[in-house]
Structure formats: structure tokens, C-alpha cells
Antibody, heavy 120, light 111 residues
């Protein structure tokens, strides 16, 4: 079964850091581009970051640029999001999402999400 | 990068058809055929319903269709069913310094 499972969410104080992980299974992880998408409570979806299959090409939303770092370990079938200098507005469910094979902007597999709460 | 513009809500009766619009600019929706649509039920992860403006992934009902005209993309759901009640989001590739942008979401109510 094709699956993505996020972990690492939790409660963190403003200015703090958190590292999210996304474990992939059921497909050849190293062949697929990956993304992080977030959703604040009661709000819509917001694309956060993209990483190519090799990890050589990376993009960020303006709202997280300079604070968040996306990375992947193809040997471990894992995607990561290092979040620093966290703000209250970063509070959201964070989803990892697979880019469809040879697709652009088609997120065909999603994890169940992990909740990040930034609060003092 | 501003979000794409979607109506906050739409509604329809079972069996009817509805259309949800998604308006962007020539830098995103109007410039590329990389528009996708997602269905999200409460407490669940989003599900891809349409990609590349009008293509359906395997397993998605043919009651769902997509189109585009100029800077506006549309999702049409025909033969509305109770289980279609959900939030729907459009997304587009963008040529800005980021990569992708979502719409604000549309809540579909099946009356």
C-alpha cells in the first residue's frame, strides 16, 4: 500500500524549533518529488515547500523562506521539514504530499498530517 | 503570492450539477495547464480529483470534470451525491519565486 506517515508535530514556544518527518512506503520514494502543505485550524490549504527527487532543487513559500528547510534521505525513504524561528501563524496541520509521476502541481498521495502548535 | 480566488460556498440538490470557479492570473492559472483540484472531508487529508486542468486520476468518478478559460479554472460535479459534500481546493503552478499556490477553498453543501 502506498503510504505517507508524518510525525514530529507538537507544542512549541514562539521562536522555537521543530523537525517534522514523513515516512514513505509502498513506492520507489527516490523517484518522486515531494512537498509539504499546511492547513491552519479552520483555514485553507497553503503550499509550503517542494523538493526534487534527488534533493537538488528546492522551493519555499515566501511565508517560510529563511526559516524552514526541506530535505530528504532517499536511503531511508524519508522526507523532513526543519522549522526554526517558529511563529504563532505557523500553527497548522502539516501534510507531506507526493507529486504525481512526471507531473507538476498534482499532489496524488497525502499523509494523515501532523499538528504543530506554536504558543507560549 | 496571493491565493487563487474561489467562492466561499456553493450548494446544490442531489442529482444536480454545480461548478466551482478558481480565478488566478496569467502567472499561474492563465499561463499554464497545471491546475489541480482537491476534495477534503472534515478531519481528513485532501484527495486529488483533477490534475492538468481536466485529467482525472484513476478511481475518481467521471462525475467530476475540469476546464479552464483564460485566468479562470472550473470544477464541475454532475449528478450530485450526498458524499460529495466537502471542501474543494484548486491549486496552480506559478511562475513566481515560489512554485505552487492554492485557492481559499469552497464549501460544497448538498441540500
Amino acid at each position: 500500500e502506498v503510504q505517507l506517515v508524518e510525525s514530529g508535530g507538537g507544542l512549541v514556544q514562539p521562536g522555537g524549533s521543530l523537525r517534522l518527518s514523513c515516512a514513505a512506503s509502498g513506492f520507489t520514494f527516490s523517484s518522486y518529488e515531494m512537498n509539504w502543505v499546511r492547513q491552519a485550524p479552520g483555514k485553507g490549504l497553503e503550499w509550503v515547500s517542494y523538493i526534487s527527487s534527488s534533493g537538488s532543487t528546492i522551493y519555499y513559500a515566501d511565508s517560510v523562506k529563511g526559516r524552514f528547510t526541506i530535505s530528504r534521505d532517499n536511503a531511508k525513504n524519508s522526507l523532513y521539514l526543519q522549522m526554526n524561528s517558529l511563529r504563532a501563524e505557523d500553527t497548522a496541520v502539516y501534510y507531506c504530499a507526493r507529486e504525481g509521476w512526471l507531473q507538476l502541481n498534482a499532489f496524488d498521495i497525502w499523509g494523515q498530517g501532523t499538528m504543530v502548535t506554536v504558543s507560549s | 503570492q496571493s491565493a487563487l480566488t474561489q467562492p466561499a460556498s456553493v450548494s446544490g440538490s442531489p442529482g444536480q450539477s454545480i461548478t466551482i470557479s478558481c480565478t488566478g492570473t496569467s502567472s499561474d492559472v492563465g499561463g499554464y495547464n497545471y491546475v489541480s483540484w482537491y476534495q477534503q472531508h472534515p478531519g481528513k487529508a485532501p484527495k486529488l480529483m483533477i490534475y492538468d486542468v481536466s485529467n482525472r486520476p484513476s478511481g475518481v468518478s467521471n462525475r467530476f470534470s475540469g476546464s479552464k478559460s483564460g485566468n479562470t479554472a472550473s470544477l464541475t460535479i454532475s449528478g450530485l451525491q450526498a458524499e460529495d459534500e466537502a471542501d474543494y481546493y484548486c491549486s496552480s503552478y506559478t511562475s513566481s519565486s515560489t512554485l505552487a499556490v492554492f485557492g481559499g477553498g469552497t464549501k460544497l453543501t448538498v441540500l
